[in-house]
């Protein structure tokens, strides 16, 4: 939201919400400015970029990602009890 203002003067909540998402379906910068300008909007490739970038860095990973590690370190966790088990089993 502060980009917003203090490159274009607006300062609106709503709208720094939807560019972020605007970021976040984006594969690069490229892709974003496309994004923003198919919704109505131009800025100039240097600020879009930018924006980019800054989006980027400061927005966490996504909640889908963050699950498939989890799963992963999950199912790295039931293999090494299970492996453990079979261990134990076989040494009585």
Same mark, same amino acid.
């Given at each position: 939201?502060?980009?917003?203002?203090?490159?274009?003067?607006?300062?609106?909540?709503?709208?720094?919400?939807?560019?972020?998402?605007?970021?976040? %379906? =984006? *594969?690069? @910068?490229? !892709?974003?400015? /496309?994004?923003? $300008?198919?919704?109505?909007?131009?800025?100039?490739? #240097? &600020?879009?970029?930018?924006?980019?970038?800054?989006?980027?860095?400061?927005?966490?990973?996504?909640?889908?990602?963050?699950?498939?590690? %989890? =799963? *992963?370190? @999950?199912? !790295?966790?039931? /293999?090494?009890? $299970?492996?453990?088990?079979?261990?134990?089993?076989? #040494? &009585?």
């Amino acid at each position: 939201c502060e980009e917003l203002e203090n490159h274009l003067g607006i300062n609106n909540k709503d709208l720094a919400e939807f560019i972020i998402h605007l970021a976040s %379906k =984006a *594969k690069n @910068g490229q !892709d974003f400015q /496309k994004k923003v $300008s198919e919704n109505g909007a131009e800025l100039k490739s #240097a &600020f879009a970029e930018s924006l980019y970038r800054i989006i980027s860095v400061m927005k966490p990973k996504s909640n889908v990602e963050s699950g498939k590690k %989890k =799963a *992963k370190r @999950g199912m !790295d966790n039931e /293999k090494y009890i $299970s492996d453990h088990k079979n261990k134990k089993a076989h #040494a &009585f």
